[in-house]
Structure formats: structure tokens, C-alpha cells
């Protein structure tokens, strides 16, 4: 994500901080040490939080490349979105229970390392114990910020994800949307009245969030009608696997294709996309065969595919195009381009 710094990688997963955090680290070093040890409690228990969405999310199937921390939260950059409500349920759950166990598990230690009288303190960092205290206190907040049935917060995540049970996605979109922009009106007004800039801004980050997901699902609903077939290129060309790469470049440049099936005896072979052509070229010169470089392993879609699905594979496995399966022979290409055309179309008419 822009403007955000890889800190390091637990299950496979890149751990990226937001340069905001930075600024909030900036903002708290004349409050002194204790303060800087506040936002790093909550940098850590962020990355928990965030760690239990992926870690459930990984259950269903899905990636996450990357978590990427903010001072009021995470996102995770999942490869594809949860298909089932019980998947978005339980995957949006999973960072408030987490802090909510944390609450659970430390509450009888607390109570003995602080005593009653530090631990129900009003939140303060005048002494180590009520620092700790205040540290402890923050997973309250984080579970309670976070389950508020607002987009695009877990709770207003898992509101959608029972209300799509009955109603469908994109009807339970536009509720838990509604809910996202009166939370927002209400942060805003608050922010107003009581001359607090973060309250206005988390009102505008809200406000915004809802309203693209918003964009998102009735774009999503609209592609789902179209098919790969419908927006499939008519010609398409294939190649030999004694094919040079000198004369795949020339092919490129006189024809619209830029990805080619490779073929031997009326098989598809191999698969070769735009960046394994320039890569190749790069690595090995002009006069090399596409049948020593052509990738033998990658995913087809089918002609009666919904876009959506092509979609969802380039993306899982960071491909350009695919080549497009009839009863299985290769009848076409189909490329992110292709699909970004249909997808500028349908989301100015929404
Ligand atoms: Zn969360």
C-alpha cells in the first residue's frame, strides 16, 4: 500500500506500517517514554487483531499478501473477497475476539500485577502501573471501535454477513452502508461540537469507506452478469513451441494479441503471457523457443465463466491473461485489460 514501510513477515504475510503511525510516534515523543510505549502496545495489539482476520481468512482458502497499520487500525489486502456470508462472518469476527480474549485471559493477572484501584483508574500514564493499565484498556477499545455495525468496520462487516443470509449481498451492502454513513454523521457531529479534529477525520475516513464498498459490490453485481465469451477477442492466434521469442515480438506488434497459448500437435502446451515475454527476452535474447521459456503450469477459465471468476484468478495469481477453454480446446485470451474496459463501462452507468 502507498506510503507504507514493510516492517517484517509472519506467515508469509508482509507486515507494513503506515507512515501515519510514524507521525502519531512523532506526536506522543514530548508526552515522554510512557507514551511512546502506548502507541507501540497498540501497534502490537493492531498486528494481533489483524493477524487473527488473516489466520481466519487463510482457513477459507484466501491469501492475505499483506497487513498494512494504521493508528486506528489495520487492513489486510486480501487475493480475493470471502464468497460465503459465513466466511465474511467469521474472518470479520476474528480481530475482536481477539482483543476481547486478550481482555479475558490478562484480566486476573492485571488485577494481581496492578491492584483494583490502578486497573479501574481513570485511563492516565502518570506511573508505569496505570500505563499498563491504559495498554490493557486499549484491546476494549479496539474490539469496541471495531464492532461497531458501521462499514468499513469488522462489525459492520459481520452485520452485512447476517443480513446477506436473508437478503443477499447487495441489499445487506446498502443497509450496513447506511449504518457506515449515520455513524459517520454522528462521529462528524461530535468532532464538531467538541473541537476534535480526529473524531471529524475518523468521521471522513468512514464516510468515504462506506461508500466505496458501496461502489465496489454494485460494480461486482453488475460484471457478474457478463460472461467471458461475451467480451471474448474473435481471433486469436497461437504458437508453435519452435516459435523464436524475435518472432512473437513481431507478432505483438502486428496483431492485437499480447499473450499466446502455445501449441504442439493440436494441444495447448504451454502458456505464454506479456511478462514472460519481456522477462524472457531480458534474460535469454531474441532467438530463444518459447517451448524452453512458455510457463507449463497456469490456470484456464472456461467461455461460460462469469468475468468475475477470471477476474479473481488473475489476481490470486498475479497473471495478465488466460487462456479461454471450450470443451476443452483453447478458443481465446482474455486479458485484465479486457476485463478493466468492461468494468470502466459498467461502473459510470452505476
Ligand atoms: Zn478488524
Not at 507512515?19 to 512523532?26: P, Q, R, S
Not at 502501573?129 to 462487516?157: C, E, H, Q, S
Not at 437478503?167 to 468532532?191: D, E, M, R, S
Request: glycine letters at 6%; proline letters at 4%.
Amino acid at each position: 500500500m502507498k506510503g507504507s514501510i514493510k516492517l517484517f513477515e509472519v506467515f508469509g504475510i508482509s507486515i507494513n506500517i503506515h507512515v501515519t503511525f510514524f507521525l502519531l510516534l512523532l506526536l506522543v515523543l514530548s508526552g515522554g517514554i510512557k507514551w511512546v510505549f502506548l502507541v507501540i502496545a497498540v501497534f502490537f495489539f493492531v498486528t494481533i487483531h489483524e493477524l487473527c482476520h488473516s489466520l481466519m481468512a487463510k482457513r477459507f482458502g484466501i491469501t492475505v499478501r499483506e497487513i498494512t497499520l494504521f493508528p486506528i487500525g489495520g487492513i489486510s489486502s486480501m487475493t480475493k473477497m470471502p464468497e460465503k456470508p459465513s466466511q465474511e462472518f467469521f474472518i470479520s469476527i476474528a480481530g475482536p475476539l481477539s482483543n476481547i480474549a486478550v481482555i479475558v485471559i490478562l484480566f486476573y493477572p492485571m488485577k494481581y500485577l496492578v491492584g483494583d484501584e490502578v486497573l479501574f483508574h481513570p485511563l492516565s500514564t502518570m506511573t508505569w502501573k496505570l500505563t499498563f493499565a491504559y495498554v490493557y484498556w486499549i484491546n476494549l477499545m479496539l474490539a469496541g471501535f471495531n464492532l461497531l455495525p458501521a462499514f468499513p468496520m469488522d462489525g459492520g462487516r459481520i452485520l452485512r454477513a447476517i443480513l446477506a443470509v436473508k437478503l443477499g449481498y447487495q441489499k445487506a451492502t446498502k443497509i450496513a452502508v447506511t449504518f457506515g454513513h449515520l455513524f459517520a454523521l454522528a462521529f462528524a457531529y461530535f468532532g464538531i461540537v467538541r473541537f476534535n479534529i480526529i473524531l471529524i477525520v475518523i468521521a471522513i475516513f468512514i464516510y468515504t469507506a462506506a461508500s466505496n464498498e458501496e461502489a465496489q459490490v454494485d460494480v461486482k453485481e453488475a460484471l457478474k452478469k457478463f460472461r467471458v465469451r461475451d467480451i471474448l477477442p474473435r481471433d486469436l492466434i497461437t504458437l508453435p513451441s519452435d516459435t523464436t521469442l524475435a518472432k512473437v515480438l513481431e507478432l505483438i506488434f502486428h496483431s492485437h494479441q499480447e499473450d499466446f497459448p502455445v501449441m504442439d500437435g493440436g494441444e495447448m502446451v504451454g502458456f505464454l503471457t506479456r511478462q514472460d515475454i519481456m522477462i524472457n527476452i531480458h534474460n535469454f535474447g531474441m532467438e530463444k523457443q518459447v517451448g524452453d521459456v512458455m510457463r507449463k503450469s497456469f490456470p484456464k477459465v472456461k467461455e461460460t465463466d462469469p468475468l468475475t471468476k477470471a477476474q479473481a484468478l488473475m489476481h490470486e495469481r498475479q497473471m495478465g491473461a488466460l487462456p479461454v477453454m471450450k470443451d476443452d480446446k483453447v478458443v481465446g485470451v482474455i486479458t485484465l485489460e479486457d476485463i478493466g474496459r468492461v468494468y470502466a463501462m459498467v461502473s459510470q452507468k452505476a
